[in-house]
């Protein structure tokens, strides 16, 4: 996905950067409010989500300050990218480099990671389908003692950062030559598999490869207290050595009179349908979305493409991701815009808006994944200059439809290449961020938070029914009727504790306001309660 693989100049199908071949890798004025007392009270205000905004009051929000912005980071279990740091480790240790990335991403206000549970037909989880990860036991098959994957979810939900399920469904294993358990659904069924330059491939073009794909899917939804599913950038294999892949019987049986591309992208284009619909069926609230390769075609391929030079993943992947953001299949597409700004081949600046204009009118939510993992390095001098980044982030905003962004990868959080963490952390994610909200996928805003008050130096409040997190405020004098609209005066999102009441230590005098979140972030109106400057 992202690590170290070369892609070739349009010519050879792919541009420079990296990217491992094999890697599994969001004026007006505001109402005057009555002084607030020191009793708690619920602010009349509109309807949740909205912020603090009224039926009548027109708010504009600091798009330097967005309140809503996905901002995640990518965990690459796969050859023990980011974790764990080896294979076979204790299980104290596991946890403890785990827990250790979750720290470094709430420290940096990050609110989302995506975890890699299945890298190639194997499980970070108690399987009934496939075995065990050899990149967490040492062995393929090999039981590590312990079901992982409830403990991954609580912690990062401890720290008030969602939890997505990263799935390969294509590898079927990590090399051809990797020993196969006895179960193992590809030595069960060895003619859904295709070997392909030293790989193992399950055929997309085979009906029963994506019933079992989207089997262990529904699994993983059902059981597990997921927040989302994902998929990266890998489908039908990347542009490698130029060796035909392999399924050509496949496509005398279910071609029904396309080209081999178009039965291709069909094949894709249905996985990504029939998971859509099984995760969504399974709980609405589960959010589905993929990372495409950052060119979805050029203009040399297409007159509406980017007006870049590289590989197109339309034709050399059979990715279509302008197919599922039209039909609506994925809630959100996350491409990897891994080049700078200024790049000929394949320009941030351009590809940005480039994206930005497809998912426009749709209910499909953009992202962007920002490539941490090239800062410092020497494949472009932009990348030498810590700025870079922040820049990205910064026209991101300036881009209505571009709702955030994730980090490639987990390492970088740990290592700060440039100290770009640093800059990140102390300009554009000065303030913590709720997630964006999907009208789709449901929810209800809590009822507000009842008795706030001041306990010594702590404010606290009574738990609220429904309630997973809540959003704390504050302002020197008078809240307004926009006081909520952007992240300005927002302190922090606070994950839910067990019991009757939640606290959180007061930052000094003013006007603290409270909201209550729901798993989506579908957010309450607001209490408030005036504090005293000590």
């Known amino acids: 996905m992202r690590t170290g693989r070369p892609l070739i100049v349009v010519a050879a199908l792919s541009i420079a950067t990296t990217g491992a071949a094999y890697a599994f890798g969001p004026s007006g004025k505001p109402k005057s409010k009555p002084k607030p007392k020191p009793a708690s009270v619920s602010m009349p205000f509109a309807a949740a989500g909205a912020g603090m905004t009224s039926a009548t009051t027109s708010c504009d929000p600091d798009p330097r300050r967005p309140k809503r912005e996905l901002r995640g980071v990518w965990i690459a279990t796969v050859k023990?990218?980011?974790?764990?740091?080896?294979?076979?480790?204790?299980?104290?240790?596991?946890?403890?480099?785990?827990?250790?990335?979750?720290?470094?991403a709430a420290a940096r206000r990050l609110n989302a990671v995506f975890v890699q549970v299945r890298p190639a037909s194997d499980a970070f989880y108690k399987s009934p389908y496939e075995p065990w990860s050899q990149w967490l036991s040492g062995a393929p098959g090999k039981n590590p003692g312990w079901d992982p994957l409830p403990f991954l979810i609580e912690e990062a939900h401890k720290r008030g950062l969602e939890f997505h399920a990263w799935f390969n469904p294509y590898r079927a294993a990590a090399s051809d030559t990797t020993p196969l358990p006895p179960r193992h659904p590809a030595r069960l069924?060895?003619?859904?598999?295709?070997?392909?330059?030293?790989?193992?491939?399950y055929n997309p073009g085979l009906p029963a490869v994506r019933e079992h794909v989207v089997k262990v899917i529904t699994d993983v939804v059902k059981r597990y207290d997921v927040?989302?599913?994902?998929?990266?950038?890998?489908?039908?294999?990347?542009?490698?050595?130029?060796?035909?892949?392999?399924?050509?019987?496949?496509?005398?049986?279910?071609?029904?009179?396309?080209?081999?591309?178009?039965?291709?992208?069909?094949?894709?284009?249905?996985?990504?349908?029939?998971?859509d619909k099984a995760v969504h069926d399974t709980k609405n609230y589960v959010k589905f979305g993929i990372s495409p390769f950052g060119i979805w075609r050029n203009k040399s391929n297409d007159p509406t493409g980017s007006a870049t030079s590289g590989m197109s993943a339309y034709d050399s992947i059979y990715a279509d991701a302008r197919h599922w953001i039209r039909k609506g299949t994925v809630d959100y597409v996350l491409p990897q815009l891994y080049w700078p700004r200024g790049f000929k081949t394949a320009d941030y600046n351009v590809l940005a808006p480039w994206w930005a204009k497809e998912v426009k009118g749709t209910d499909v939510q953009l992202y962007i994944g920002q490539a941490l993992y090239q800062v410092g390095t020497t494949v472009n001098p932009a990348w030498k200059k810590p700025g870079e980044l922040v820049d990205q982030i910064n026209l991101n905003r300036k881009i209505g439809e571009i709702k955030g962004e994730v980090f490639f990868s987990a390492k970088q959080l740990g290592t700060n290449p440039l100290r770009v963490l640093d800059r990140i952390s102390s300009t554009v994610y000065a303030r913590p961020a709720l997630l964006p909200l999907m009208k789709d996928r449901g929810g209800q805003a809590p009822p507000?938070?009842?008795?706030?008050?001041?306990?010594?130096?702590?404010?606290?409040?009574?738990?609220?029914?429904?309630?997973?997190?809540?959003?704390?405020?504050?302002?020197?004098?008078?809240?307004?009727?926009?006081?909520?609209?952007?992240?300005?005066?927002?302190?922090?999102?606070?994950?839910?504790v067990a019991g009757t009441r939640q606290s959180f230590p007061l930052r000094g005098g003013g006007t603290y306001l409270v909201t209550s979140l729901d798993r989506l972030t579908n957010e309450s109106k607001p209490t408030i309660l005036a504090v005293k400057g000590s």
């Not at 392999?246 to 249905?270: H, T």
């Open 80 to 104: 023990n990218i980011d974790w764990p740091s080896r294979a076979g480790l204790p299980i104290a240790q596991q946890k403890s480099e785990y827990t250790r990335i979750l720290d470094n």
């Open 189 to 201: 069924n060895p003619g859904w598999t295709v070997k392909h330059e030293g790989m193992l491939y």
């Open 227 to 275: 927040d989302g599913v994902h998929f990266d950038d890998y489908f039908y294999p990347y542009p490698g050595k130029g060796t035909p892949f392999a399924d050509s019987a496949a496509f005398s049986k279910y071609g029904k009179g396309k080209s081999l591309a178009a039965w291709r992208r069909g094949n894709v284009n249905k996985l990504v349908a029939e998971v």
């Open 448 to 496: 507000p938070p009842a008795d706030l008050k001041q306990e010594g130096g702590n404010l606290t409040w009574a738990s609220a029914q429904g309630a997973t997190g809540y959003a704390v405020y504050r302002v020197q004098g008078e809240p307004g009727a926009c006081t909520t609209a952007d992240a300005r005066h927002l302190l922090a999102v606070e994950p839910a």
